[in-house]
């Protein structure tokens, strides 16, 4: 499909270092609202004169700060300086292997050094464009690697690089983490020795944690199991977290190991690594939450199908209720190549949209009826159907497509909840220009609509002040409506219970496309701001 604008997307970003107002153009932006929204994004795609990374995932990372504060808006960018930021930068060519872009010779090594890595490609890169997480108080810019930076909440410096491996015991780690309400972070991972393994870790808060080593201390591991697939495992991006269970999927998607353990002499990127089966569909693993221990029923889904973010996840009469974005398959990631992007178009043969999973969590299958729908819930169309040893999932659907970056009101995570927000990226049906609310009880949408031809950001909500007993929609919702470079960047502040906007702040300097973030609140903010080992 035509995408206009999209090219004028896809340009080199400038940093800036110091805050810099926004001028508000309509509107106010309410006083309470006090905080900064952190973003990352890819952002710089060519390197030196004659080199361009391959996919937008490739891009070099930024970091954007709009911090809002007595009725102000203020914005600031600044590169991560990752290893794979500054050799790539001074080298004008990608040193470590990217989405879709394979690795080159790093001049800095000696010979033998570079013979061992092209053999055990063990360097993973730190490019951390795709999210920023807040864990036990300090801010960190994450992509799918154990390798995080610690990001400075005031100056947006990058304080250092954190592997993951050393405290979760992971070679590999969704950057979806999720926050509990006590404070406790749940994550999804991958170990590769002695086989392909999904490990679910535990971080305990640590509220005094003064550097990044001290962010993720205490890691508990809750489950270790092994891929279905013996020289493989499934791509996985985000997972499910109830008041009582843990739920995560293993997807047709899968990272083959003979690819990636020769992706470096072969000259490969890790979308290379990857093969789509859809002769295969969905396992869903359900754990109790308290001891990681599995539910023994086996779960499959009866359509295969690729998924990204999970947009909640609740308890109902026994039965666990997994909404999430999918897509019959993963045309996306072929989509965001930058050759086809730059030609204003997008090739996504699989559009996503809202879909439910009801898992009846069946501790004795020997129990459950055969051949009988075991959902008794009225809020979804989705069964579950016992077949011998296994149960059948099929899935429900929500109306219209293209629905992507979902966000809800963080009190209602892992709970019964109403309404869910999405944007569509870079879409053009439904989602448009738009940012969607979904009522999931009437299943219905209710659209804001920018100008046409510009792109809102993944939506941020923030709830109003005023405690346990304030409507499930009443707050904000915060989105940077890009112009694609033929009208101002801005910001904008839409009320979420009627989706219309409460203020709209204009910016000089331009905003890149940013993925996906993290909104922090003022008095929690002095917490990442350097400390110990900045």
Known sequence: MDVPGLPELLYDAEEQLEPTPGRTVSGEVPCWLSGSLYQSGPA??????????????????????????????????????????????????????EFGTRAHTDPSRGFFSRLVSSILPTDMTDNNFNNVIHVNGQLFAACETTLVSRIDASTLETLEKVDLSQSLGVNLCCSHPVTDRDGSVYTLGVTFIPGFRYQVNRIPPAPAAANGKQAFAGAQRLLSMP???????????????????????????????????????????LKDCIEWHPEHRVKVHVLHKADGKLVKTKYITDVPFFQTHVCNAFEEDGTVMLDMITSEGPSVMEAYFLDKLREGKLYNEHTMRVTRLAIPVLEDLKTAPENVNLVGSD?????????????????????????????????????????????????????????????????????????????????TFVARPGGSGAAEDAGVLLTALLGAGRRPDRFMVLDAGQMEPLACVEFQSRVPVMVHGTWVPTESTHEADGGEGK
């Open 379 to 459: 809020s979804t169309r989705a069964q579950a159907v016992r077949r011998g040893d296994t149960v059948t999932l099929s899935l429900d659907l929500f109306p219209e497509e293209g629905a992507e970056y979902p966000t809800i009101n963080p009190a209602v995570r892992g709970r019964p909840y109403r309404y869910l927000y999405a944007t569509g990226g870079f879409e053009q049906g439904p989602f448009r220009s738009a940012v969607g609310k979904l009522d999931t009880h009437s299943r219905t949408w209710q659209f804001w609509r920018g100008e046409e031809g510009t792109f809102p950001s993944e939506a």
């Open 227 to 269: 891929s279905s697939w013996t020289t493989a495992y499934s791509y996985y991006h985000s997972f499910g977290v109830t008041d009582s269970y843990i739920v995560f999927l293993e997807l047709p998607l899968l990272l083959v190991l003979s690819k990636v353990m020769t992706m470096v002499v072969k000259g490969r990127a």
């Open 44 to 97: 710089k795609f060519q390197l030196g004169d004659g080199f361009s990374v391959n996919h937008w995932f490739d891009g070099l990372a930024m970091v954007c700060k709009f911090a809002l504060s007595d009725g102000q808006v203020t914005l600031q960018k600044r590169f991560v300086q990752s290893d794979a930021y500054k050799k790539a930068t001074k080298y004008n060519k990608t040193i470590y292997t």
